[in-house]
Nanobody, 122 residues
Framework: VQLVESGGGSVQAGGSLRLSCAASGRTLSSYGMGWFRQAPGKEREFVAAISWRSDTFYADSVKGRFTTSRDNAKNTVYLQMNSLKPEDTAIYYC?????????????????WGQGTQVTVSS
């Protein structure tokens, strides 16, 4: 499955963005999907995940501000990001877990998108 993220951009603190992750090649309905991010000079970190049953999981740093969802008919997963903070600045990646799990462990994701830049200014 090929994944393509979109929706990144520049926003002021307190603003919102919605990222999309569109899949091609395979249907996403049986996949677990994760969102990760990597800031300059930092390691990639887990942000959010959604299982094939739409169970959701979030990092503590984004809980209550970010929401992930999926639209299997559109073969797309979303990350709605509200109340953005400068520390949310990073490249955001979506990834697919072929076992259908939403997991915070990057090693459990087989397919990755190319990433989309999110920049939050203070």
């Amino acid at each position: 499955v090929q994944l393509v993220e979109s929706g990144g951009g520049s926003v002021q603190a307190g603003g919102s963005l919605r990222l999309s992750c569109a899949a091609s090649g395979r249907t996403l309905s049986s996949y677990g999907m994760g969102w990760f991010r990597q800031a300059p000079g930092k390691e990639r970190e887990f942000v959010a995940a959604i299982s094939w049953r739409s169970d959701t999981f979030y990092a503590d740093s984004v809980k209550g501000r970010f929401t992930t969802s999926r639209d299997n008919a559109k073969n797309t997963v979303y990350l709605q990001m509200n109340s953005l903070k400068p520390e949310d600045t990073a490249i955001y990646y979506c990834a697919a877990n072929t076992q259908g799990r939403g997991t915070p462990y990057s090693r459990e994701y087989r397919n990755w998108g190319q990433g989309t830049q999110v920049t939050v200014s203070s």
